[in-house]
Nanobody, 128 residues
Framework: QVELMQSGGGSVQAGGSLNISCVIRLNSSEFCMGWFRQVPGKEREGVAVIRSDGATRYVESVKGRFTISKDKAINNLYLQMHNLKPEDTALYYC???????????????????????WGQGTQITVSS
């Protein structure tokens, strides 16, 4: 059983920064990992994904503001968020899949069902 444990997050004013992390104990040299977010009444939205070869993709609305990364030495997945906006307010989830992404990395952001394991969720609130 793979467990994902998230930490970080919280509340910040618009323009501020927050970081969230996720411990992912996944014994696989190949992986597909990402961050998704969801607000009540809306579908889960892909924010950023990273592949085992280091390739990354971001949803258009966060490009240039968010950075996804993975620490190879320890099993941590990170999301650095800068210049946060009120519309970034959501419950953020980390997700992982052992093995390759099942679709081209450009498509994975729109396919949350392809991820096998999920974190517990971390609330990010940005006030104007």
């Amino acid at each position: 059983q793979v467990e994902l444990m998230q930490s970080g997050g919280g509340s910040v004013q618009a323009g501020g920064s927050l970081n969230i992390s996720c411990v992912i104990r996944l014994n696989s040299s190949e992986f597909c990992m990402g961050w998704f977010r969801q607000v009540p009444g809306k579908e889960r939205e892909g924010v950023a994904v990273i592949r085992s070869d280091g390739a990354t993709r971001y949803v258009e609305s966060v490009k240039g503001r968010f950075t996804i990364s993975k620490d190879k030495a320890i099993n941590n997945l990170y999301l650095q968020m800068h210049n946060l906006k009120p519309e970034d307010t959501a419950l953020y989830y980390c997700a992982a899949r052992g093995g390759r992404c099942v679709a081209h990395i450009d498509l994975v952001l729109n396919r949350p069902w392809t991820f096998d394991y999920w974190g517990q969720g971390t609330q990010i609130t940005v006030s104007s």
